[in-house]
């Protein structure tokens, strides 16, 4: 048991890689309060996990949200050791060329406002608890923070992103709260959801033929699932393990540059 005692808050937990690493953390010993947008989802984890999870339902771009799910924690487990930011969606790899002005900028600002901002507002609301704990921030970034060809402009721009938010987070909250990332490749079991403002409501990212794709992008030649990826964000969350971390940003993609020419 690597978590024993130990409390996470997981945005994003209801489904895909997020409710991956709840089970892990819960598996590992935890208590883990998810929060995320979708109640039916979390609804699913509580009924399978029972009284080592709560859910708060609320959105990644509100800081009220972001603040009652801090809260709600503490209320419920007494402290908080571990935030993973997670909750994302995927702008299905549209390109800049065939999108319209209009939907452009709506589809800028419900994307950077998802995948960036919640990120950071999630980090200002557990600041204080983690402060308090000595603990770790944990986000999930992407092949795309890294590598073109894993989103569009806008997707790829805001997994950057992330990237440098946590470089300056590392910097800035030393010695007393870590934070690092990992960066997956293509997940299956995800939900990932796309842009309304693209036209892309209706798409279904379980209905993508990920093993195929992958088998021809990675190296390793095959597609990992969500659980696959989980035992990363054990180890950030664990400090017996991970004490010199801080500002990295682990490669989890199944080689996806290890390709050479
Ligand atoms: P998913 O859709 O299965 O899970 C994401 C969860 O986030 C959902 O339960 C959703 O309800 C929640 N969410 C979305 N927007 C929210 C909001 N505004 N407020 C609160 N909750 C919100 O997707 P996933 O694939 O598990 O994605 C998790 C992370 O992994 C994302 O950051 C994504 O960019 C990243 N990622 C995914 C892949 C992939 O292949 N699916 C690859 C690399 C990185």
Not at 17 to 33: D, F, N, P, S, T
Not at 117 to 139: C, D, H, N, T, W
Not at 155 to 165: E, I, Q, S
């Amino acid at each position: 048991m690597k978590l024993q005692d130990q409390v996470a808050l997981v945005t994003g937990g209801g489904s895909g890689l997020g409710r991956a690493i709840v089970e892990r953390y819960v598996g590992e010993g935890a208590r883990v309060a998810i929060f995320d947008r979708s109640q039916e989802r979390i609804d699913e984890v509580v009924k399978e996990l029972g009284d080592r999870v709560i859910g708060i339902v609320g959105d990644v771009r509100e800081m009220d949200d972001n603040r009652r799910a801090v809260a709600e924690c503490v209320r419920a487990f007494g402290k908080l050791d571990t935030l993973v930011g997670n909750a994302g969606v995927w702008d299905w790899s549209k390109s800049l060329v065939s999108t319209e002005d209009d939907a452009l900028v709506a589809a800028f600002d419900e994307m950077f406002a998802i995948n960036v901002k919640g990120y950071v507002l999630a980090a200002k609301a557990a600041l204080p608890e983690l402060y308090k704990s000595r603990g770790q921030m944990i986000f999930t970034a992407s092949n795309a923070s890294f590598y073109p060809g894993g989103g569009g402009v806008i997707y790829t721009a805001t997994k950057h992103a992330v990237v440098g938010m946590i470089k300056q987070m590392a910097h800035e909250f030393a010695p007393h709260v870590r934070v690092n990332g990992v960066a997956p490749g293509g997940i299956v079991g995800s939900n990932l959801a796309g842009i309304g403002a693209l036209g892309q409501a209706g798409h279904k990212f379980s209905e993508l033929p990920l093993n195929d794709l992958m088998k021809q992008m990675l190296p390793l030649e095959r597609a990992f699932h969500a659980r696959e990826y989980a035992g990363a964000y054990v180890f950030f969350a664990d400090r017996r393990d991970n004490q010199p971390a801080t500002g990295s940003v682990l490669n989890f993609d199944g080689g996806i540059g290890m390709r050479g020419f």
